[in-house]
């Protein structure tokens, strides 16, 4: 068992985790600053900062975490072709990266928190199933 741990790539899972954390924030604040210009200019001057509260407040719970786990299983595939044992194995790993510090956070271990946490690990294994299966297609050819 000890032997079969080392060939994990724990370097790559957890930068691939933290780059997954990075690109979500930077893709819901850039829509949340999107929404503001585009009332600022609408209002041909200061936006309306209750409505970008509330676009925010909306946005960032529930695009999120889909967007968390549709570039989970983007840097799950990217890892996967990267390695050479247990593919599936490190998009899970990349997937509980992602997801466990929010499950942990959250204090509450309701359905919706339980949901998005599988979510994100069945993206990881899918993005490295799916990474290793184009990686086989790739070195047949």
């Known amino acids: 068992m000890t032997a079969r741990m080392f060939r994990i790539k724990w370097g790559s899972i957890v930068i691939a985790g933290l780059s997954v954390w990075v690109i979500s924030f930077v893709l819901v604040a850039a829509t949340?600053?999107?929404?503001?210009?585009?009332?600022?200019?609408?209002?041909?001057?200061a936006p309306d900062f209750t409505a970008i509260q509330r676009f925010a407040e909306g946005v960032g719970p529930v695009w999120g975490p889909r967007i968390s786990a549709l570039l989970t299983g983007i840097a799950a595939i990217w890892l996967a072709r990267r390695v050479n044992a247990w593919p599936i194995w490190h998009g899970v790993l990349v997937g509980v990266v992602v997801a466990g510090?929010?499950?942990?956070?959250?204090?509450?271990?309701?359905?919706?928190?339980?949901?998005?946490?599988?979510?994100?690990?069945?993206?990881?294994?899918?993005?490295?199933?799916?990474?290793?299966?184009?990686?086989e297609v790739r070195l047949q050819q």
């Open 32 to 45: 949340v600053f999107a929404y503001a210009f585009s009332l600022g200019l609408a209002a041909r001057g």
């Open 101 to 135: 510090p929010g499950l942990l956070a959250g204090q509450r271990f309701g359905m919706v928190a339980s949901l998005l946490f599988a979510a994100t690990l069945l993206a990881g294994a899918a993005g490295g199933w799916l990474g290793s299966h184009r990686k």
